[in-house]
């Protein structure tokens, strides 16, 4: 019963959507000529379990339309696809779409589900089918467990918010986002016009500007030589000469590690020897050297430089709690950290507040325990920073920012050498110029994180991954290179190749992944066959790439999908001459139209189809394309040339023994067909390679290549 016999993750565009699904073959056995309505409790038990998907409208198309689907009675693929999307999206990822549809043999349903991330699509659909099967035998089923269970599934595997904002622009400009390896590492466009991305540092954040960044002393000290508001410090070796050090500036000062981030080790508002102790040791902890510095009153803020320019500023409180006169402040602690926003480690807007010695130090300080209950609205600080990690808050105040202030933020940055930098400031009044108030810059981070900017506790959310992506990919960039995809039953192999060979005559390095192996100009890489979507991306994977040839196979397709999102030019060379059934299968010529239409329905809208006017099913393709058609044919009157031509439209054709170039009433003649490299063959073998020349003519054609008739002659 609810048997998964086959589950494939389709990663590319496939023939259910433009984007990655999860597809089942499900057999649902026994329970396959009942509804939903037929089996008692049901209903009531899936709708107590997961409420939320009255949210779900389904085909009435109004809330609460799935409930009327189960109400009316539905059958129970319909249902594992609404109830894995709905798993999916109280997890933590969003998703939509989905689609299940009956198969010829009897109970057995093709299931489509979208994902966002793959281990956690695949989880969810296991869970839906255990959920499932509970509620059909009225078994028990622990949903609050298992719904816990792929939220910490979904924080393990997916972009951290920092780097899955800059993903999201990324997809919106219409720039191809991959990610590299199971961390924050986006690939970013294709081939030479790709840029790498790991969380807010970019394959152009220089080694020796983060080390700069790193070293807190250095930091200061170039600062305050280009003239920046830095406070005063130096390198301390123990925690008396800090003490001295303290009393040479006046009480208070900062302890922190030279070397650190997140916040780790450092404390502030010292004024005693012993709180001085205390800090030297807390330092220690994250490395040997400790510097000390006076103290700058007034509130933490970070300031967000991309580029030249300032584009977020939130002002940082640290992690606390606020009295209501009858919690403890465990009690208290535990309460914020029920807020959903907050997980452990950063892959949530916000960090859990940890009751560690650093906070039950600053609890002493304040005459508390884990067990004091404060009054009410009374503000009980954890930690001296005001660090996101630590279990900070903070609030946008971007639109504050007086121009003197963002200057020096800039000027910060660049001191240093970073592209995108992260500015911590202390002041009074961030709306005045740090000068004015004794203000200061405290600080200069690499691989700032961009939390607070993109979800702040108070203040309007800033669009800081799209303005990386418009730092990595200046406007009417998309990080494109041109990919061609030839795709057709048979005849693919020599159009892709003849395709590359063309391209390549500009001087260009030019992949080609088909039959035969992997190329990159004229060097073979592998010698198997690879046309599949893993083919694909190594070629764009390739950094210095200028453009693509992929003969892509229908395996590949219905497999895992396409191997790019959109190509410049996709070629369909010929379908009708299969005889159905075409695979073992028993896939019909009309399955096979939709696995091979996925490369027409990928063509870009300023980009073209090339396809065979000839052959039917092809020729049927021609809508599903968003740009031009430029078609090929051997006969020079055939219907669908003489129609596209008299629209403006293009064909390449054989006429008069040769292969021209047609458009309206023209016939440029390219070159004669008697001198074509051509093998010799059955009239059948020879038709074929006549159109597989036909097409890659057209292709070049679409692409803006200059005739080259020599190419072509034997």
Same mark, same amino acid.
């Given at each position: 019963m609810l048997h998964i016999r086959r589950l494939r993750v389709l990663r590319g565009p496939n023939i259910w959507a433009h984007f990655p699904v999860i597809e089942l073959l499900l057999d649902l056995g026994e329970i396959k000529d009942r509804s939903s309505e037929e089996i008692p409790g049901f209903n009531d038990r899936l709708k107590s379990w997961l409420p939320s998907l009255v949210e779900h409208e389904c085909s009435p198309g109004v809330r609460g339309g799935f409930f009327q689907r189960l109400d009316r009675g539905t059958y129970l693929a319909h249902i594992l696809e609404h109830v894995t999307l709905e798993l999916q999206t109280l997890a933590g990822t969003p998703v939509g779409y989905g689609r299940a549809r009956e198969t010829e043999e009897d109970g057995v349903y093709r299931v489509a589900i979208e994902y966002e991330e793959e281990a956690l699509g695949c989880a969810a659909v296991e869970t839906a089918r255990s959920l499932l099967l509970a509620a059909i035998h009225d078994r028990p089923c622990e949903v609050a467990a298992e719904l816990t269970r792929l939220r910490d599934l979904c924080h393990e595997v997916r972009l951290g918010p920092s780097t899955h904002a800059i993903a999201v622009a990324g997809k919106a400009? @219409?720039? &191809?986002?991959?990610?590299? @390896?199971?961390?924050?590492?986006?690939?970013?466009?294709?081939?030479?016009?790709?840029?790498?991305?790991?969380?807010?540092?970019?394959?152009?954040?220089?080694?020796?500007?983060?080390?700069? #960044?790193?070293? +807190?002393?250095?930091?200061?000290?170039?600062?305050?030589?280009? @003239?920046?508001?830095? &406070?005063?410090?130096? &390198?301390?070796?123990?925690? /008396?000469?800090?003490?001295?050090? !303290? %009393?040479?500036?006046?009480?208070?000062?900062? =302890? +922190?590690?030279?070397? @650190?981030?997140?916040?780790?080790?450092?404390?502030?508002?010292?004024?005693?020897?012993? %709180?001085?102790? %205390? #800090?030297?040791?807390?330092?220690? +902890? /994250?490395?040997?050297?400790?510097?000390?510095?006076?103290?700058?009153? $007034?509130?933490?803020?970070?300031?967000?430089?991309? $580029?030249?320019?300032?584009?977020? !500023?939130?002002?940082?409180?640290?992690?606390? =709690?606020?009295?209501?006169?009858?919690?403890?402040?465990?009690?208290?602690?535990?309460? =914020?950290?029920?807020?959903?926003?907050?997980?452990? $480690?950063?892959?949530?807007?916000?960090?859990?507040?940890?009751?560690?010695?650093?906070?039950?130090?600053?609890?002493?300080?304040?005459?508390?325990?884990?067990?004091?209950?404060?009054?009410?609205?009374?503000? =009980?600080?954890?930690?001296?920073?005001?660090?996101?990690?630590?279990?900070?808050? #903070?609030?946008?105040?971007?639109?504050?920012?007086? &121009?003197?202030?963002?200057?020096?933020?800039?000027e910060a940055a660049q001191v240093v050498g970073l592209d995108i930098a992260g500015v911590d400031v202390l002041a009074q009044d961030i709306g005045r110029p740090l000068e004015e108030q004794g203000g200061a810059i405290v600080e200069v981070n690499a691989g700032p994180g961009l939390r607070m900017h993109l979800e702040p506790s108070a203040g309007s959310p800033r669009p800081v991954g799209e303005a990386i992506v418009d730092l990595l990919f200046p406007a009417g960039e998309d990080g494109r290179i041109p990919v061609v995809a030839v795709t057709g039953v048979g005849g693919a192999t020599g159009v892709a190749r003849l395709i590359a060979r063309l391209m390549r005559a500009r001087g260009d390095l030019v992949g080609l992944a088909d039959a035969d192996g992997l190329h990159t100009g004229e060097r073979a890489l592998s010698s198997h066959d690879s046309t599949g979507p893993e083919g694909a991306r190594a070629l764009l994977l390739h950094p210095r790439m200028a453009a693509v040839v992929l003969e892509v196979a229908g395996e590949g397709i219905r497999s895992e999908g396409l191997g790019f999102d959109r190509c410049l030019v996709g070629v369909v060379t010929q379908v009708g001459v299969v005889a159905e059934p075409v695979a073992p299968g028993g896939e019909s010529v009309d399955e096979l139209v939709r696995v091979k239409r996925c490369v027409v329905e990928a063509v870009t809208p300023d980009g073209a189809a090339v396809l065979n006017a000839e052959d039917p099913l092809v020729a049927e393709m021609a809508p599903r394309c968003r740009g031009a058609v430029v078609w090929f044919a051997r006969d020079p009157g055939h219907p669908i040339v003489t129609a596209a031509l008299a629209e403006g439209g293009r064909a390449v054709v054989e006429h008069d023994g040769c292969i021209c170039l047609a458009t309206g009433e023209t016939r440029e003649a390219l070159l004669p067909l008697s001198r074509v490299a051509m093998t010799a063959g059955d009239p059948s073998a020879v038709h074929g390679q006549v159109q597989g020349h036909l097409a890659a003519v057209a292709a070049a054609w679409a692409l803006g290549l200059p005739p080259r008739p020599d190419l072509y002659r034997a």
């Open positions: 400009r @219409g720039i &191809p986002v991959r990610r590299l @390896g199971s961390e924050n590492l986006l690939q970013l466009g294709w081939g030479r016009r790709q840029r790498r991305v790991w969380t807010a540092e970019t394959d152009r954040t220089s080694a020796i500007a983060e080390s700069i #960044a790193q070293d +807190k002393d250095l930091t200061r000290m170039l600062l305050a030589a280009a @003239g920046v508001p830095v &406070p005063v410090g130096r &390198p301390v070796t123990s925690a /008396e000469e800090a003490w001295r050090f !303290a %009393q040479e500036l006046g009480a208070p000062v900062v =302890v +922190k590690p030279r070397y @650190g981030n997140h916040g780790r080790g450092v404390t502030t508002h010292l004024d005693t020897p012993g %709180q001085v102790e %205390q #800090a030297f040791a807390a330092a220690c +902890k /994250e490395g040997p050297d400790v510097l000390c510095e006076r103290f700058i009153t $007034g509130s933490d803020y970070r300031l967000l430089v991309v $580029g030249e320019r300032l584009v977020a !500023a939130a002002r940082r409180e640290p992690a606390q =709690v606020i009295g209501d006169g009858q919690s403890c402040v465990r009690q208290l602690v535990a309460e =914020v950290n029920r807020d959903p926003r907050r997980s452990a $480690g950063h892959s949530t807007v916000l960090s859990l507040i940890e009751l560690d010695q650093t906070a039950l130090a600053i609890l002493t300080d304040q005459g508390l325990t884990t067990e004091s209950v404060p009054a009410v609205g009374q503000r =009980v600080p954890l930690r001296h920073n005001a660090n996101l990690s630590t279990g900070g808050t #903070a609030a946008d105040v971007t639109d504050l920012v007086h &121009p003197d202030v963002a200057a020096r933020a800039v």
